[in-house]
């Protein structure tokens, strides 16, 4: 199976909203309610910002929301601070097997 | 709070083997899903493998790369997640994850696997 499909870079200046798409297949992120988005700033290790599409951990701001239409997933950053520069990756549950992402580096400008 | 600390990288020569271990603390291990994640150097996460709870049959899954070299396995009773990687490639070279989507979620620092002659 191949990798789920990310933009490799994104940007946004502060205080303003992006979007980043994962799109897969019927057979990963269109067939499952199970995306995840991680986040990992350089040289660190990653931190799970949104599970099950939508779904957001505690201590992680309201700031980041999922969604999910089709075969594609989206990661939607709002109000965007200095902090947020980093790069995100999706994943999916994808039957007997899990998929990433190749990952979308998101510059604050 | 999910707390993962893996152990057990180093450098090896091409066809040799290594155990990676995961101490895991913070939640129950045997009703978690466990994964092993790898990032190669400069590149992307790759997902490795999977150990799933028991309540869903405690299985294993593995990533068509790396099927028949790589073995996960659990101590429920030291809360520790194991990789037994066998025939190393140059190509396996990379810092080794383990992590979990649930309890709400929590990934190691990683252990670094160097595959070279």
């Known amino acids: 199976q191949s990798a789920l499909t990310q933009p490799p870079s994104a940007s946004g200046s502060p205080g303003q909203s992006v979007t980043i798409s994962c799109t897969g297949t019927?057979?990963?992120?269109?067939?499952?309610?199970?995306v995840s988005w991680y986040q990992q700033h350089p040289g660190k290790a990653p931190k799970l910002m949104i599970y099950?599409?939508?779904k957001r951990p505690s201590g992680v701001p309201d700031r980041f929301s999922g969604s999910k239409s089709g075969n594609t997933a989206s990661l939607t950053v709002s109000g965007l601070q200095a902090e947020d520069e980093a790069d995100y990756f999706c994943?999916?549950?994808?039957?007997?097997?899990?998929?990433f992402g190749g990952g979308t580096k998101l510059t604050v400008l | 709070e999910v707390q993962l600390v893996e152990s057990g990288g180093g450098l090896v020569e091409p066809g040799g083997s290594l155990r990676l271990s995961c101490a895991a603390a913070g939640f129950t291990f045997s009703n978690a899903w466990m994964h092993w994640v790898r990032q190669a150097p400069g590149k992307g996460l790759e997902w490795v493998g999977r150990l799933k709870r028991k309540s869903d049959g405690g299985t294993t899954d593995y990533a068509a790369p790396v099927k028949g070299r790589f073995s996960i396995s659990g101590d429920d009773s030291k809360n520790t997640l194991y990789l037994q990687i066998n025939s190393l490639k140059i190509d396996d070279t990379a810092v080794y994850y383990c992590?979990?989507?649930?309890?709400?979620?929590?990934w190691g620092q990683g252990t670094r696997v160097t595959v070279s002659s």
């Open positions: 019927s057979s990963d992120v269109g067939g499952y309610n199970y």
């Open positions: 099950e599409v939508t």
């Open positions: 992590m979990t989507d649930d309890y709400g979620g929590g």
């Open positions: 994943a999916s549950y994808a039957g007997s097997s899990s998929l």
